[in-house]
């Protein structure tokens, strides 16, 4: 989600598949140039022939094997020296954002975040959701990054949490959802104040299913969206009476401070952050 990553992938002349599937994401291929040339490293022959059908001519050969491996071995290569014209291209996109965008109430709400994830070299951010996760994966990065996948499914926002903690007991864990997705597991909350694995669940809570009602409004209208309304639940209040931390916030100003704070509690903390919830941002340079 970074910048506007598509223009990026349409002016590339050649591209490396790493264990990366030629999927919707990808637009089966399209989202690369008419004369793009491809190359893979897969452990999956299917997926390789799957590659291969959406190149056709311009597939230049793949290698069926661990995609980690195979990093390690590019990384511990001898390389020419690269243009530098092209890198910061690609960067100048890549951190490209609309204009407008620091003034809008979800982006101000979650920015902040980024100075707590900066403060340690191997800070973790899990997001997981629709509009609001699409957002966060937006405006924010760390060292270790975990989300929901292509796949779409929400949910595991919490227990990835716990996991998290598990591999990195002294970095800043932060776990951005959105508040249908905190309604699949909330009792994992009771899980981390048990075997006391703190982190931070930052809930965006716009009362919806944004992402089924930003698809009805899309095709059907405002008249006929339906069945996509939550409550204005307390969800600070749930953390709260499963042993952790919880605040509401507000207003985006409150954030930071309110972070802070949940942070510094040593429990499973949660903020639960009224939002206006926005269609999943569309980066476009």
Known sequence: MDGSFSTVLSKADFVLLMGKRVDFTLKAGKAFAADCECMQVDTDRTEIERTKRAFGDRFKGATPADTFEALDALAGAKWPAAGSAWMEEVRGLLAWRPAGWDALPTVRALAPLQSLL?????????????????????????PHRVINGVA??????????????????????????????????????????????????????????????????????????????????????????????????????????????????GSPALLNVMIEGLAAPQVKR
Do not use: K
Not at 182 to 207: K, Q
Not at 225 to 246: K, M, N, Q
């Open 118 to 142: 900066d403060a340690h070299p191997e800070s973790v951010f899990v997001c997981d959701g629709g509009e609001f996760g699409q957002w966060a994966q937006a405006v924010l990065h760390a």
């Open 152 to 265: 779409g499914s929400i949910g595991a926002a919490l227990p990835f949490a716990i996991g998290a903690r598990c591999a990195q007991p002294d970095a800043p864990v932060i776990a951005v959802m959105g508040d249908g997705t905190f309604g699949f597991h909330p009792a994992e909350i009771d899980t981390a104040v048990r075997y006391r694995a703190p982190f931070l669940a930052v809930v965006g809570n716009d009362a919806r299913w944004n992402a089924e009602h930003q698809i009805q409004l899309r095709e059907y209208g405002a008249e006929r969206a339906i069945g996509t309304d939550l409550l204005p639940t307390r969800y600070d209040e749930v953390a709260r009476g499963f042993g952790g931390h919880g605040e509401l916030v507000t207003d985006p100003g409150q954030l930071l401070n309110a972070a802070r704070r949940a942070m510094d509690s």
